[in-house]
């Protein structure tokens, strides 16, 4: 049964995916967004401050553009859980590459549980929309 539903969902990822590419770019770019706002150690007038707001904002009207982008291929409610997924991944592996944030046991745990509620969600709301049309 649920390898028959992961079957599923893959199938419907292989049909959607550029607007997963899109979601999955916003996600990156909203963690990286967060990521150059950790950076700002600066005094706000300094000339490094200016450059890492200027990222931020860059990262965050990225981030919208890649978000409106993947809702032309996909429902909310999947582009708003893969852009939730990608940035939960990428703040989690940037966190312990720049800042030694430690990774355990657990949070990988949630982060595949996190992608397989992905796939889920992409497979029902497929279905859902197929059943309206017939």
Known sequence: M??????????QVKMGRKGYAWAILAGSNAALAAIS?????FPVNSPAAFYT????????VVMW????????????????ATNFAANFLTS??????LFGELLKLQWFAGAFLIVIGVLVLST???EERKERLD
């Open 2 to 11: 649920a390898s028959a539903i992961l079957r599923k969902a893959v199938g």
């Open 37 to 41: 706002a950790k950076l700002i150690s």
């Open 53 to 60: 707001i200027r990222c931020v904002v860059m990262f965050n």
């Open 65 to 80: 553009g890649c978000y409106v982008q993947s809702l032309r291929d996909l429902s909310t409610l999947q582009a708003t």
């Open 92 to 97: 989690g592996f940037a966190g312990s590459l």
């Open 124 to 126: 029902s709301t497929t």
